[in-house]
């Protein structure tokens, strides 16, 4: 009985641990780059994704807006990219790389 208490309590700390790490990764981030079409302006999608484009060094990352942060910049960024910076927190989605939009400014 004391074992299966152990376990049980064993259990819920790791479970209360793993929780934590995940909250802990959603952390606010700024990226700054081009903000464009990923249809319009890259010609990487079949449909029109808002996208902040960020360079480091040589190498280029794509940013996809969430559903929500893209209804509402999408009309600013469509046909004309424009540079600025992203706030929000960043989430991988399959292979794309997700941004849950809290604010956008332009330069």
Excluded: P
């Amino acid at each position: 009985m004391a074992r299966l208490i152990g376990l049980l309590t064993l259990s819920f700390v790791a479970i209360a641990l793993a929780f934590n790490v995940q909250a802990d990764d959603k952390k606010e981030t700024k990226l700054t780059g081009t903000v464009t079409c990923a249809k319009c302006g890259l010609k990487k999608s079949k449909k029109c994704e808002t996208v902040i484009v960020v360079k480091n060094g040589k190498k280029e990352t794509v940013y996809y807006f969430d559903a929500a942060g893209h209804k509402k910049f999408h009309g600013d960024t469509c046909t004309e990219a424009k540079e600025g910076t992203v706030t929000g927190t960043v989430a991988k989605d399959g292979k794309k790389m997700v941004i849950t939009v809290e604010k956008v400014e332009y330069k």
